[in-house]
């Protein structure tokens, strides 16, 4: 694979790390390789773990791939769940009959705000997160990967509507704070802390660990029903003049470069 690289530390328990320079955003080739992931994923009956975690240090993703057509899903099979590609991932990595975790360093907003939600467990660095969703600076646009559905029942109404509409940073301990990540951990100790727990839960058996996640998202996981609409929503606004106008300011002011811009977007989006 060219964006994702797999490490499997046993046949239980495997690394996906997000590398595609330079800020790892999400877009079609990503789309195509996370496919081969959940479908090898799937299918493995001894997998019991994924652990998702970044090659750049900066950035777990960025956000969604704005300048990218998907032009090469054009020869891709259509998405298993019937969802707009990129819902299709986040809802098939849901529902993997398998434990996912992100492990998080660096910016995740957007697209990847909305990755990270849709895996089972969220341990963050304390001093180098940067999480949220900011769409709403960039010329109003709703979230269109599954945020309104998964935030709420993360955070409560109160706390989602803050998260969406404020579309600000949130660092790693208020994060944690929110119920956003699960737990924030000191940077230094986040990758073993990761490899520990992971580890651990990879030693059980594979069988129960999916009946047992299988109960739980059978109570919490968002109907999917739900996605169409938003991403329906999130397509149309950016056609619309306000997020033209955002996104012509922001790719001369650095998007998806490395930079003031993509570091602190959370805050500089609504300048345009």
């Known amino acids: 694979m060219?964006?994702?690289?797999?490490?499997?530390?046993?046949?239980?328990?495997?690394?996906?790390?997000?590398?595609?320079p330079p800020v790892n955003v999400f877009g079609a080739q990503m789309i195509i390789e996370m496919r081969a992931l959940l479908d090898a994923a799937e299918n493995d009956p001894d997998l019991a773990v994924i652990v998702f975690e970044s090659a750049i240090p900066d950035y777990f993703i960025a956000h969604w791939d704005l300048a990218d057509d998907l032009s090469a899903l054009a020869n891709q099979p259509p998405a298993p769940t019937g969802q707009q590609p990129f819902v299709d991932i986040c809802v098939r990595v849901s529902r993997l009959p398998v434990l996912t975790i992100s492990k998080i360093r660096g910016r995740a907003r957007g697209a990847g705000s909305e990755f990270l939600?849709?895996?089972?467990?969220?341990?963050?660095?304390?001093?180098?997160?940067?999480?949220?969703?900011?769409?709403?600076?960039?010329?109003?646009?709703?979230?269109?990967g599954g945020a309104p559905a998964r935030l709420p029942r993360l955070v409560g109404r109160g706390r989602a509507l803050e998260i969406l509409a404020g579309a600000e940073d949130f660092d790693g301990d208020l994060a944690e704070?929110?119920?956003y990540v699960n737990r924030a951990v000191p940077d230094a100790d986040l990758d073993g802390f990761v490899t520990a727990f992971a580890s651990r839960v990879a030693t059980?058996?594979?069988?129960?660990?999916?009946?047992?996640?299988g109960w739980v998202d059978?109570?919490?996981?968002?109907?999917?029903?739900?996605?169409?609409?938003?991403?329906?929503a999130f397509a149309g606004r950016i056609g619309g003049p306000r997020y033209q106008t955002w996104a012509e300011h922001a790719f001369a002011a650095g998007l998806q470069q490395p930079g003031d811009l993509e570091e602190r977007l959370g805050t500089r989006s609504v300048a345009y």
């Not at 001093?127 to 269109?144: D, K």
């Not at 059978?218 to 329906?232: G, Y």
């Open 218 to 232: 059978a109570i919490t996981l968002p109907d999917d029903a739900e996605f169409p609409p938003q991403s329906a």
């Open 177 to 179: 704070r929110y119920g």
């Open 2 to 20: 060219a964006q994702i690289d797999i490490t499997k530390e046993s046949q239980s328990f495997w690394r996906a790390s997000f590398d595609n």
């Open 204 to 213: 059980f058996d594979r069988e129960v660990l999916a009946e047992l996640k």
């Open 117 to 144: 939600l849709a895996t089972d467990i969220r341990f963050a660095s304390r001093e180098r997160t940067l999480i949220g969703q900011f769409e709403m600076g960039a010329g109003s646009v709703p979230p269109g």
